[in-house]
């Protein structure tokens, strides 16, 4: 028998992680709920005159990756299925022309909103917004003025996208600083994307906080067309994220989500450089090894099962059999953990990978260019 | 008993009434500053207690399948409850624990009619003692409806790093009853489970509910999904913590876990037996040859109360029978039909035990747990097993010589040969041979173990019992030292029916201490009919034994047990009267074993086999006084086998235990208080349907003193006809009176006068005439029947949202425009199918609306939940409730002034598309029309008419159709680059 099971109560007392609640009532007369509304009037008033109405005219429906446009969902038990193949026959005929399905979901047309981030006229909103690859989209400010805009480049794997006006002295709203977000904080939607007298407003919490590689905060405010492209703040008003349909499979999927509780705010904060390279008006792709990992390994590495010819993997000489121990100098737990530390990166990016191939039983750093 | 500290209901109600003021006071920005501040610390108490909780929530994966689900570690030795439908019947799982690593465990118990399942960590935790940080179990008896709840888990298996995914909601309902089906359309109900609107999705299934202090109150596993697929709708069902408990000590011994049931079948139906109309439970049908019907019950007989509970439904029975495990004894009180004199005869009760619910998921197999009464030499086992795999690789070949062969393979060999060795036979064969020949060799080694497994399985085992031992240890305090072991008991014999206290003692010596013995006959004759008689002199002399047995046994002389306990193992969970034991028994012989009380650590009973009859002994403890926290036993029961041989009266002497309960911290009541009187001002509206998709179900407001009822003018009230169930369950036949066109709303009349009885049950709502301005992140609560998940007298489903906006939009119901042209408020709120007629409220039970069905936008193809503003409807409910008017003359008044001429603008759009309305670019302008003394010209791409945005040709025409010739239109258009804004005023169609 182990020592460990004469403990003293006393230990197996401090095990628990809830024993003694905390109370904010103790601070406070009035219950919770019932402060919410000067808070929230408060902080949709001090973004306000950030977030923008964006509109969009004529265009087609971009062909997105994937057969037939639809979004790759991943084939994990529990999870809900792309419709069955039969039903979409017709769909399959007018890809790229029809409107854009997701699974329960057609994208309409309606307008969207778009969150100031700089002086001169960058505005960011939801590559959602510009599906249909409109002729012309149109801003409206919180006073009136409307401007078109023209479209500059997309972060694919934060599914946004920076338009341009041409405006002085727009309001840059203040970021939360990303040290201060937590989980189980309020977060608050507001958009413009509903035709309403003033902004909308959902409420919500901070779910978790490093989803999708990294890139996004996870809250359970309904995020829908509704509000994709606005910002998610906090009690404060602060830009928490913007508010974008995400899901781990791809680039559009993430809508067939909308309202579940699930949704995602892709971060801003600390992103100058990646802002530089939309201005310019780049198009950025999630970095991909291009191989096939053993799920079921425990780890620690990760268990390569086949490396394609032509991906970047095979590229740089992994093998079938290589373990993978670490990306760029951070250990590998296990494969899912190597994907977040690869899709963090965009394609293109270098990254040094360590690996251990058994037969020469020695550990190699490589170089890997990312694809796309 | 609320501890202060938690919530001081003086203080609390001083609180709601300062907010009763409204809010647009003077100095606004000073008292939103201040609510910022006190908002503040409440969402950082919440980040903490978060932040404390999350290590406890975990991954569950399948080592074979992908997929997965949640768990949460509940215990610091690393015990995991999850959903049974999420370990199904694998026995070793991979966790992912929140410090983003993979860990292994095993499945201990199962429990497929409560879908869950415990499963224990391999390894030693994070914290000292090798222990894992735990959630602590709450009591979902204290959730109260609007209670805040979080949900944990992996939803969509999005964590990557295993740091779960919280959803903060409210409690909707509780004590809801769920039939369905589980894994392999086996019968699966959720008895009584905690129904959330904080966000539940696939992932989430076997993660923690925590309340608002942190307490683990359910374990969250079933969802109601809508036409959108499986992603969450704002129901979201949580299996009661209470339930679990009354499974856990059998899932931590390992085992499958067996539901009671009575057996028995009965309907909430109006009398059989005499057609008076009386609404009552009756018994319709009873499982061939059950326990009831053994004990007297027939079909007919009316059921008044099970253990003490009035049933007034029927699903009170499903409910309160479904989380209770077989061989829990119950009380079920009932008054038989007595055929031959019409007449029902003197209520009677019967004590019966449960019977095992078959759910069909008994062939699922038992969790593959070792014996524990054996338990192995690890180190022999692991050389053993070294040793086998030596032995298996140097099997010896196949003789070659043919005679040598053993009989099985020589039946094999061609009947006619004259092949003397192997080698002569043809290379088919001999393959065949070499295999057989290997796989007889391999028949002969012993069975291969899992070492590792077993041993991680029997340190499993040592921590149940070394966390029961502490905690009878506890329950013991000094009881040994303080008094001798005296005790006086009572056997009940069942000829003699004195009764009425002690009348005849019997004294017997034993070790030097006192035994009283006095018959006492009250219990012996309820159980007349299960109980199979011994003959007196039997009685007489297992009375006698048991007495003996009583002193040297475990149950009064438990540091005996202490002693022993060191080389034990649970057995099973027991259900001993109404309470659930752990059966903790010894090793070795004479099947030796305690029975440990599951809520307080105290002893319960004893098990052991009696060397002087030779068989199997228990005495249980089936009544205990409490005073204070200390229990003393004042009855126990003696059974041999299975037959319950005596019941004693312990009378004095008997040792007091501490009856070790936690102080729970109870969930604040605030909003449940402000909810309960609003509840009784929805009521559940039924039509017809008839059409597959339509729902025949929906909820109403009540508007008068007499019971008028304002709902949604739904496809289920087509023939005018509704019944209308009462917060009380009475069911009353409606007729509709009027409806609003526009409105989409309908008043509802009832077709006779409302006893007073049931009218008392509801509260009348009051409409305000004027307008009140809900700003957005207005708190909202939604009442309403959705999805039917509240029947007969149960409470309505409770969601928790804000006002997003309040809006003129374009929007659709039903897949029709919905012609309403004034502002709907749009709430985050959740409702579903059922919710059309509900109430919108505000925290201080403000009427801000009706809810409709679930709208969708037509600007964004997505579902909104919407509500008409209270005011909107003000006056229809006043003309629907003042009597004196035809509903002609009504309908006439409300009708007037809808349908507009049409109006010439003179601007011809531009509108060749297939597949769908192009955007709005000006093709042509007629002359002399308003639009060229407008200016406009071809190419101009209209996007506003006033405030409605165009986006394509058809929003145009809809927008202009809203107006009257003589009406001034703002039209903004993009010419080029550049936006610009004209006024048109239209003139009458020509």
Known sequence: ?372 | MRNARFSNPVRLSAALLACLVPFTTARATTSQDDALTKLRAFEDARRQLIARLEPSVCAVMSLKRQGGGSGVIFHPRGWILTNFHVTTTEKVLKIGLPDGEFHLADVIGIDPGGDIAVCALRGEGPLEGGLWPAARLGSSSKLQVGGVVYAMGNPFLLATDFKPTVTVGVVSGIHRYQGGTGPNGRNLSYPDCIQVDAAVNPGNSGGPLFDENGLLVGINGRITIRDRGRVNTGVGFAVSIDQIRNFLPSLLAGRHTEHGTLSINAWHMKDPNRGTGEEAIFVQGMIDDCEAYKLGLRQGDKLLRFDGRDILWVNDLARWQGVLPAGFEVALQYQPWQPDERRYGQVQTLSMQLTPFDTGSSRDPAPNVPDWSDRPDFDRLAKEMAELEERKKSIPKLPQDLAELPEELRKLLPEKSDAKRVDDLDSKLQKKLEARWKALELAKLPKERDVERERALFGYMDGVVAELRTRLERSLGNVARERELMVLVTPAKEDDKAGGGASEADTATVEGENVVVIVQGDRLEQRAGSVVKASDSEVEDVATSMSRRLLLDPLLDPRRVLSALDDAYVEDGIAIGGRIAYVLALRGPGKRAVFVDAEFGFPLGCRYRDPDIGSLIEIRITEFARDGDRVTPTRAEVRAGLRVRETWKIDQGAPSFLAMTEAVPVPSDTVAKRLEPLMHSVVKVFGKSGFAKIEAYGSGLVVSAEGDVLTWSHANLLDGNARVVFPDGSVHDYMRQIEHPDLGATMLRPRLPIPKLHLDSVRSLTFPSTRTELEPGTPVFSISNMFKLAEFAEPLSVTFGVVVSSLRSDLRLNLRRFPFQGEVLIVDAPSGPGSHGGGLFGLDGQLYGMLTPISESAETNTQLHMAIPAHELAAFVALGTGKKREAREIAAEINKDVDKPPVEHGIQLFEAGRDRSPPAYVDRIRRNSPASRAKLRPDDLIVRVNDFPIRTCAEFHRAIRTFAPGDKIDLTFKRGATVMKVTLELEAKQ
């Open chain 1, 1 to 372: 028998m182990k020592p460990h099971h004469r403990l003293p109560a006393s230990v197996l007392a401090l095990a628990f992680v809830a024993a003694a609640p905390l109370h904010g009532q103790a601070d406070s007369e009035v219950p919770e709920f019932w402060l919410l509304p000067k808070v929230v009037h408060r902080a949709a008033e001090s973004i306000r005159a950030s977030v923008v109405t964006v509109e969009t005219f004529g265009g087609f429906r971009k062909v997105l990756e994937g057969a037939g446009g639809k979004p790759k969902v991943p084939a994990v038990p529990g999870l809900p299925k792309p419709p069955g193949k039969d039903g979409d026959k017709d769909k399959d005929k007018k890809k790229g022309l029809g409107p854009i399905r997701m699974p329960g979901f057609i994208q309409a047309q309606g307008a969207s909103t778009g969150l100031v981030i700089s002086k001169d006229g960058w505005i960011v909103t939801s590559s959602f917004a510009l599906n249909w690859d409109p002729s012309t989209v149109l801003v409206t400010l919180d006073d009136g003025r409307k401007f078109t805009a023209s479209v500059g480049g997309t972060d694919e794997t934060r599914g946004i996208t920076l338009l341009r006006v041409e405006a002085e002295d727009l309001p840059v709203p203040e970021f939360a600083p990303p040290g201060t977000i937590e989980v189980g904080q309020w977060a608050f939607a507001i958009a413009r994307s509903l035709a309403g007298k003033g902004p909308t407003v959902h409420v919500g919490a901070i779910s978790a906080l490093d989803r999708i590689s990294g890139k996004a905060i996870q809250c359970d405010t309904n995020t829908s067309p509704a509000n994709y492209g606005g910002p998610l703040v906090d009690i404060q008003g602060r830009v928490l994220g913007l508010i974008v349909p995400l899901a781990p499979a791809g680039e559009a999927a993430g809508v067939d989500w909308y309202d579940s509780g699930i949704g995602f705010a892709a971060k801003l904060q600390g992103l100058d450089d990646v802002i530089t390279r939309l201005e310019a008006g780049e198009t950025l792709k999630r970095g991909k090894l291009g191989i096939a990992l053993d799920p079921s390994s425990l780890g620690p590495g990760a268990m390569v099962v086949s490396t394609p010819r032509g991906s970047a993997g095979h590229g740089a000489g992994l093998k079938k059999g290589d373990k993978i121990l670490a990306v760029d100098g951070v250990s590998v737990r296990h494969s899912m953990h190597l994907q977040d530390a690869v899709g963090h990166h965009y394609a293109g990016d270098w990254v040094e990978l360590r690996y251990e191939r058994k037969r020469d039983s020695g550990v190699v750093d490589v170089l890997v260019r990312l694809d796309g």
